[in-house]
T-cell receptor, first 112, second 114 residues
Framework: QQQVKQSPQSLIVQKGGISIINCAYENTAFDYFPWYQQFPGKGPALLIA?????SEKKEGRFTISFNKSAKQFSLHIMDSQPGDSATYFC???????????FGGGTRVLVKP | DVKVTQSSRYLVKRTGEKVFLECVQD?????MFWYRQDPGLGLRLIYF???????EKGDIPEGYSVSREKKERFSLILESASTNQTSMYLCASASGGVGGYGYTFGSGTRLTVV
């Protein structure tokens, strides 16, 4: 049972473009929604996270949009750079330090 | 910065061997987790622990066990390795309690069972 569904599986974007990754969750008890970035040969690293009391959070070129009623959230990467080429995972949990349920991942390639 | 250290980057083991994967964190985190990562399947939770000597099954615990004798160390044990356990194994730690922050992951152990 996949509780967090992520799309697309892969994404190619031109430098300067916008990358958009979407996630949908099923468990309404989830109240912490992080995104992780993973480079080849490395463990995932926390990129940005949101709680359901806000609809949007922005950190630099990365923005999370959250729609509680639709049980969906998305990551937008503005002005995408080749250095953003990585695999991105959305996740959800009942609290920030508790067990996370991950989406399947999106491999993003930013072409120069 | 929190550091999570996994003892091996690459391991090759034979079918039927007992395999130990070690994970150590240095920030006094209460919570520790073991995931495996497979292409197209994302990260799947094997076991987790919210305290010393405490363990709970994740989504795919079959064929695995864990040990947490000290707060900083969380070991994953493959009782009898099989080829379908060939995977990338990721350990993570996090502080517990309300308002806690996210996970810190180790760099992973790529295990090949032949």
């Amino acid at each position: 049972q996949q509780q967090v569904k992520q799309s697309p599986q892969s994404l190619i974007v031109q430098k300067g473009g916008i990358s958009i990754i979407n996630c949908a969750y099923e468990n309404t008890a989830f109240d912490y929604f992080p995104w992780y970035q993973q480079f080849p040969g490395k463990g995932p690293a926390l990129l940005i996270a949101i709680r359901p009391d806000v609809s949007e959070k922005k950190e630099g070129r990365f923005t999370i949009s959250f729609n509680k009623s639709a049980k969906q959230f998305s990551l937008h990467i503005m002005d995408s750079q080749p250095g953003d080429s990585a695999t991105y995972f959305c996740a959800a949990s009942k609290a920030a330090g508790n067990k996370l349920t991950f989406g399947g991942g999106t491999r993003v390639l930013v072409k120069p | 910065d929190v550091k999570v250290t996994q003892s091996s980057r690459y391991l090759v083991k034979r079918t039927g061997e007992k395999v130990f994967l070690e994970c150590v964190q240095d920030m006094d985190h209460e919570n520790m987790f073991w995931y495996r990562q497979d292409p197209g399947l994302g990260l799947r939770l094997i076991y987790f622990s919210y305290d010393v000597k405490m363990k709970e099954k994740g989504d795919i615990p079959e064929g695995y066990s864990v040990s947490r004798e000290k707060k900083e160390r969380f070991s994953l044990i493959l009782e009898s390795a099989s080829t379908n356990q060939t995977s990338m194994y990721l350990c993570a730690s996090a502080s517990g309690g309300v308002g806690g922050y996210g996970y810190t992951f180790g760099s992973g152990t790529r295990l090949t069972v032949v």
